[in-house]
């Protein structure tokens, strides 16, 4: 049991002894999806933070204050090394990042933006670093870029149907949906969507030969996969962002 007077004491402890990432930084992108991730999770209460201390990090991703992150953790779990050191930039210490690049001190960082460092009470930095929330957060960047390469594959195909003069057949709904797969329906409809104004949508030209290519015909099953995929993935990332996933989980129901 840590005595009370030394529950301050003890935070900084948390946070120090954690914060020990090494390599390379995040991008400010990065380090701002790990801290938005983590407002996300403690919002949903089971941490144990205290308002004070959720209401200074929330403070810190508004003032644009980014902590520097390194992408490799050294310390048990992957997600340690990323949480402390954005805690560590919370109460006053650790480094910044800002979009240019320029590195600052944390306590100078704060001060530029008119914020005090963070006074953590118990539980406080165990909260902001007992969490999954820096894979999650990196990983609903990764989410968009992937829906992003879906919709590129999708409308390269559409392109490339309207260049051969292909056969619009095999994206129609009835074929696309006899197989009820709901990636494969979802890629059939966004090339017929993107085709849709065109001269071989609207029966302007004939189809250039009665049976296409296999690599034509078979899209929508192929980019099916990939749309899947991005549904799994956006599905289980929501689940994860409107979670508590603390570790310990406190219940005081």
């Known amino acids: 049991e840590i005595p009370p007077e030394l529950q301050t004491e003890f935070q900084q402890f948390v946070l120090a002894s954690h914060a020990a990432g090494v390599g390379e930084p995040l991008s400010v992108a990065q380090s701002r999806a790990i801290m938005a991730a983590r407002l996300a999770g403690l919002a949903q209460g089971g941490s144990g933070i205290s308002v004070s201390a ?20 050294s310390v048990g779990a992957a997600d340690l090394a990323p949480l402390a050191a954005i805690g560590a930039v919370l109460v006053g210490q650790g480094t910044t990042l800002t979009a ?11 001060a530029a933006a008119g914020l005090a460092p963070a006074r953590l009470g118990p539980k406080d930095a165990l909260a902001l670093v007992g969490a999954n929330s820096g894979s999650f957060g990196l990983a609903c960047l990764a989410s968009r870029s992937l829906d992003t390469l ?32 709901p990636g494969q329906a979802a890629s059939a409809a966004a ?9 071989l949508a609207q029966g302007l030209i004939a189809p250039a030969s009665l049976q296409d290519a296999l690599s034509i015909r078979t899209v929508p099953r192929v980019h099916g996969v990939l749309h899947q995929a991005a549904a799994d993935l956006r599905e ?16 005081v129901a």
């Open 54 to 73: 959720f209401e200074a990090l929330m403070a810190l991703v508004e003032a644009d204050v980014t902590p520097l992150v390194t992408r490799f953790g």
């Open 100 to 110: 240019d690049g320029e590195r600052l001190p944390g306590a100078q960082a704060l």
């Open 150 to 181: 879906v919709r590129a594959a999708d409308l390269v195909a559409a392109m490339t149907v309207e260049a051969l003069g292909a056969s619009l057949a095999p994206f129609t709904a009835p074929v696309a949906e006899a197989r009820p797969l």
């Open 191 to 199: 090339i017929r969507e993107a085709v849709g104004g065109g001269d």
């Open 236 to 251: 289980i990332l929501t689940v994860e962002l409107n979670s508590p996933t603390d570790i310990p989980l406190v219940d």
